[in-house]
């Protein structure tokens, strides 16, 4: 549980500053590295073919796909019942941009969208949740 204590009783500073790169392990690098870059406009920042993982990159957020030995021996998240990533959320620009990528995403086969954009809550937030390439739940949303 996180907690929030008062800056004033707290003498430490804050030691991190924004996320560096988050690494996602999917059945093919190549397919999940795809989507980003046709269906997000990102670019390819490296690559570690002897690993394997590729490194992709919106200028804000860098992801590293990590290809798994076996994609007969993997097991799909169950996002009720297992520990590790529920999901993750990108920002994007406003509502006609999120509008614009889910009629985008309707028209790609491997793209499994959760649900179209809606608000979030009362709040004046809108967001969309789909499962891309690679298994891996993603949220856009209009922070």
Same mark, same amino acid.
């Given at each position: ?5 008062? #800056?004033? /009783?707290?003498?430490?500073?804050? #030691? ?43 200028? /804000? ?9 076996? #994609?007969?021996?993997?097991? #799909? ?64 949303? /209009?922070?």
């Amino acid at each position: 549980m996180c907690t929030t204590t008062d #800056s004033a /009783t707290n003498n430490n500073a804050i #030691s991190t500053s924004g996320i560096h790169h988050l690494g996602l392990s999917v059945p093919d690098i190549k397919q999940t590295a795809a989507f980003f870059i046709e269906q997000l406009n990102f670019t390819i920042v490296g690559e570690k073919p002897d690993y394997p993982a590729i490194f992709v990159s919106d200028g /804000t957020v860098m992801l590293t796909l990590w290809h798994i030995n076996d #994609s007969n021996e993997m097991k #799909s998240f169950d996002r009720k019942n297992n520990v590790g990533l529920h999901h993750f959320a990108l920002n994007v620009a406003n509502l006609e941009t999120l509008e614009a990528l889910h009629q985008q995403f309707v028209l790609v086969d491997n793209i499994d969208i959760e649900f179209a954009p809606e608000q979030l809550d009362q709040l004046p937030i809108h967001h969309m949740m789909c499962t891309i390439p690679g298994g891996v739940r993603l949220e856009l949303i /209009t922070a």
